[in-house]
Structure formats: C-alpha cells, structure tokens
C-alpha cells in the first residue's frame, strides 16, 4: 500500500506543469519598448511606437516559456500628430471601438538563447497565430536588489488580416502605406516577488 502510495505521489509530482516552478516577471515599462516599422511610398520606412502598455513573461531554467502583453493603442507615437490621429482613425486602428491589442503566446521553441514564440495576437477583434523570433539577453540583479530580465524579439504581420484596410495607391504604382508591419520589442521585466 505505501509503495503504491509512493507511486502516485512520485507521478502526480511529474505531471506538475513546469510552469508552476517558472519565475514571473512584470514588464517594467520605462525600460521596455513596443515599436513597429512599416514601408512608406515604396522608397522608406516609418517608425513608431506605443507608450501605455503591460506585461509579464516567464522564464523556467533559463529558457522563455510565457508572454503576455497588452497594447494600449491610444499611446501611439510616430512623431507626426496628425499622422497618429489618421493610424487611430477607422481607417486603421478605430481606436475609439477597439482600445486594446493584446497578445499570449501558446507555444515557445528555444535554441540556447534563441527562441520562437507563437501566439494569438488580437486587433479589432480579430484573433490570428503570429509567431515573434528573438533573444533572451539574460537575467541579472539590479542594485537594488530585484532580478531583471530582457529579451528582443521581431515578428511581421499583414495588417489587412486584421482589419486595417486602408488602401491608396501611387500614380506610379505601389501603396502609400505597405501591407506588411515589423513588430519589434525590446523588453524588461521585474522578476516577482514571492507573497
């Protein structure tokens, strides 16, 4: 009977999701950014990014193992005001019916520090698998006695498979603004801690 009791306990204890022994971080968002980079008439890129967000991610051994993130689009900075209130307009964000984007990953691959993640990224209520490729810089403590961690990580997407449609052409041909997005984090976290 204690055997088989024994058993059960050493099966239960393997079964255990490596999630409950991962550690939490917090997205510490003066050290972090969310930026993007689009093509501009065909010859450039514009670039910009969001300044309201949150987060948390996990780390289990070293390795990247969990992100979440939530995207406040109002705080979209590309250094042109008017070009900021068009990207919140119904033409592109609609910002005014669809506030937030949000991503969370489901499934992270790791190669030493390299990682993919793939995950559900939602904008105006539309849901679409994207996975993001990029590194985890590493872990350390600050002087003040919190452990940190950092990882970049670049993704594209299409921005018409979610929505924001707006469509204009050159006389020469090619579009005002590309189809194709870069996402690009740099990202800092706060490790949690134990209550």
């Given at each position: ?6 058993l059960?306990?050493?099966l ?13 971080y917090?997205?510490d ?33 070293n ?6 993130a939530?995207?406040y ?14 990207l919140?307009s ?18 992270v ?5 390299k ?11 539309i ?10 810089l590493?872990v350390?403590k ?23 449609s707006f ?8 579009l005002?603004v590309?189809d194709?997005v ?13 209550k």
């Amino acid at each position: 009977m204690f055997i088989r009791s024994f058993l059960i306990l050493a099966l239960s204890l393997t079964l255990v999701s490596s999630s409950a022994f991962a550690a939490e971080y917090d997205v510490d968002k003066a050290h972090s950014s969310i930026g993007f980079a689009v093509k501009h008439m065909v010859i450039s890129s514009v670039r910009g990014n969001f300044t309201d967000f949150k987060g948390e991610f996990e780390i289990d051994e070293n390795a990247l193992t969990h992100v979440k993130a939530t995207v406040y689009l109002k705080s979209i900075n590309t250094n042109e005001q008017k070009r900021d209130k068009h990207l919140l307009s119904p033409d592109f964000f609609d910002a005014e019916m669809y506030p937030e984007m949000l991503f969370i990953s489901t499934k992270v691959t790791h190669s030493g520090n390299k990682y993919s993640v793939t995950g559900e990224l939602t904008i105006k209520a539309i849901t679409k698998s994207v996975t993001l490729k990029g590194e985890l810089l590493g872990v350390i403590k600050d002087p003040w006695g919190n452990e940190r961690a950092g990882f970049h990580a670049e993704g594209k997407i299409n921005r018409k498979e979610f929505g924001i449609s707006f469509h204009k052409l050159l006389e020469a041909g090619g579009l005002v603004v590309g189809d194709e997005v870069t996402i690009i984090l740099d990202i800092e976290g706060i490790k949690r801690k134990k209550k």
